[in-house]
């Protein structure tokens, strides 16, 4: 039986390694989220330690093969797993669903400060995650745990969402602005369905950029290049 370490908590991630039947899936999880949905088959949480600590898991464990399946804007674990996956020469891919297609009315930032300094002195409906809302001064901030110390009000809640919650939403805390990371995908892609019915501005945080190694947007993709290219299957 081939060990595959598939990297992330996002559904692609979940899907994936419910997709592989007959392997042995190791998913790794960051931890950020209290209660994460769990998928099928061997589960860790929390960091290796660097890029040494992954070398050494990759080898402890004889992996063959790993799947960065991580949230687009997890920079860090991303550039640890294709340093650590060269050092061993373990095969190494990231499945990356696509971004959102630009729409009229967004303008793009490198970084959630630029966003927040953007939309300052506007009432901001902030979707970027918890780790940064210290940038905003003005505003919503939806999260799935309860973030630090911040002037913004505070919605806990998880994805998906829908258009008519969205409308909602907006309009009880009279938003003006929204401001999210590109991170693509259905789930949470009804916000801007909701921002463009209402006429609202959008501020989109681009991706950082991937390391260079193949990447596949779909589930599909990723079993194939596993059971194919990568010389785990």
């Known amino acids: 039986m081939k060990t595959v370490l598939v990297l992330g908590g996002t559904g692609e991630a979940r899907e994936l390694a419910g997709a592989l039947a007959g392997t042995r899936v190791i998913s790794s999880l960051a931890g950020r989220v209290s209660r994460p949905r769990l998928p099928p ?73 630029e966003a927040a300094e953007l939309v300052r002195g506007r009432r901001a409906f902030v979707t970027t995650g918890r780790q940064e809302l210290h940038h905003f001064t003005s505003g919503v901030a939806r999260t799935v745990d309860p973030p630090g110390a911040t002037d913004l009000t505070v919605v806990l809640d998880r994805g998906p969402y829908t258009l008519d919650g969205e409308l909602a939403l907006m309009r009880e805390h009279r938003v003006e602005v929204l401001v999210t990371k590109d991170s693509g995908g259905p789930m949470t892609a009804a916000k801007l369905d909701a921002a463009r019915h209402l006429g609202l501005p959008v501020v989109v945080v681009r991706r950082p950029p991937v390391p260079d190694a193949p990447l596949v947007e779909t589930v599909a993709e990723a079993v194939a290049w596993l059971t194919r290219g990568s010389g785990a299957g």
Do not use: C, K, M, S
């Open 41 to 113: 088959g061997e589960v860790r949480v929390g960091g290796f330690g660097g890029v040494q600590g992954l070398v050494d898991y990759l080898r402890a464990e004889r992996v063959d093969a790993v799947v960065d399946a991580t949230h687009p804007f997890a920079a860090r674990i991303t550039a640890n797993a294709a340093a650590a996956t060269a050092a061993t020469g373990t095969p190494f891919l990231v499945l990356r669903r696509p971004p959102w297609p630009p729409q009229p009315g967004w303008t793009y930032v490198d970084g959630v400060a």
